[in-house]
């Protein structure tokens, strides 16, 4: 399935951004606590993507079945 690749790929580069942001404030890359709650708040939007991402494949492969 075309549209299943295509998610799958988009999950893992948005894990790959998530795990991005969390090295870089892991090793202190946040200049203030401003830019930390951006950081945060980007990681919890990501997290969001991934989960509605995966909702929707596991939704597709369901109708698959039918």
Sequence with gaps: MVIGEFLRRLQ???RAE???I???MGSGGCS???DYCRNV???AGV???IA???ETVETL???DQE
Excluded: K
Aim: hydrophobic residues 30%.
């Design 22 to 24: 969390q090295e870089r």
């Design 47 to 49: 997290d969001l993507a």
């Design 12 to 14: 893992e580069s948005l």
């Design 32 to 34: 203030d606590f401003n």
């Design 41 to 43: 708040g980007m990681i």
């Design 18 to 20: 998530q795990e991005s």
């Design 61 to 63: 492969n369901e109708e």
């Design 52 to 54: 509605t991402i995966q």
